[in-house]
Each structure stands twice: as structure tokens, then as C-alpha cells.
């Protein structure tokens, strides 16, 4: 049986996408799987959240090279059980007060 007990932060390369908010917010946490992200969805996956078979929402060893071609991804941590399958995170603020460049 597949745990979905592992998350990784995934982020945006591109310093351009950090003004995003929301579902488009450059940086998140996603579902981590160890032994690779499964064919099917996996149990205990909640069903108001659609499970994309072919590695497109969740990170395995198979897929994390295709996830660093435009994010950095931070190391596998394990999680208790009940953590959020994703926290979007955004930077609107901090990009506000970023200095501008000339
Ligand atoms: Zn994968």
C-alpha cells in the first residue's frame, strides 16, 4: 500500500512568477512518493481532489528531474498523519518590497 506520507516544497526558477497568487503561486507543497508516484490513485487520497496519474501534481524519483527543469525542489520530508496534501504559498508582498532594480 502507498503511503501518502512524504512532502517536498516545490518552487518557481522563474523570479517572474512570484507575483502570482493563489492556485498559480510559485511555490507549494506537494505530495511526495518514495516508491514512485502510483498508476492509480492511491488510498486515502481525498476524492475532491483529482489524482493526476502521470506525475503531473505529486513528486517520485522517476519524475523529480522533470520538476527541476522549472522549480527547485526541496528534500522528501516525512509528515504526520493529517497534513494538507499541498499548501500554495505566495510572494505578492515580499515582491513589494523588494528593491528595484535599474
Ligand atoms: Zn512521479
Known sequence: MTSIDHRV????????GYTQPGNEAPTGMVVYFPDGCPPVTPAGWPA???????????????????WRLDHFVSDPVEVPAGTPLTIQVSWAAERAHAPTRS
Do not use: L, N, Q
Open 9 to 16: 516544497v516545490v518552487t518557481d526558477r522563474d523570479p517572474a
Open 48 to 66: 475532491d481532489v483529482d489524482y493526476d496519474c502521470s506525475h503531473g501534481i505529486t513528486v517520485c524519483p522517476e519524475c523529480i528531474d522533470s
